[in-house]
């Protein structure tokens, strides 16, 4: 499943989008797509650094996790 391996390449760190595409062999609009849904599903984030743009896991934050079966 592509979306698996788009999550896979994050893994060992922050990528772009460009560096995520290389490394699962996808086209770069599929694998923004594909970031774009794990991010209204709150599993990515991103963040810019020196005029790029850099996605990585979600990290848990305590307090949500706290509130989420409320």
Same mark, same amino acid.
Do not use: C, H
């Given at each position: 499943?592509?979306?698996? %391996?788009?999550?896979?390449?994050?893994?060992?760190? @922050? /990528? *772009?989008? =460009? +560096?995520i595409a290389e490394? *699962?062999?996808? @086209?770069?609009? +599929?694998? %923004?797509?594909? !970031? !774009? %849904? $794990? !991010? =209204?599903?709150? /599993?990515?984030?991103?963040?810019? /650094?020196?005029?790029?743009? $850099?996605?990585?896991i979600k990290e848990?934050?305590?307090?949500? +996790?706290? $509130?989420?079966?409320?």
């Amino acid at each position: 499943m592509k979306n698996v %391996r788009v999550m896979k390449a994050l893994e060992d760190g @922050p /990528k *772009t989008i =460009e +560096e995520i595409a290389e490394i *699962t062999k996808l @086209p770069k609009m +599929e694998v %923004r797509r594909y !970031l !774009l %849904r $794990f !991010l =209204e599903q709150g /599993k990515v984030e991103s963040y810019q /650094k020196n005029g790029k743009l $850099f996605w990585k896991i979600k990290e848990k934050d305590e307090k949500e +996790e706290e $509130f989420k079966y409320v």
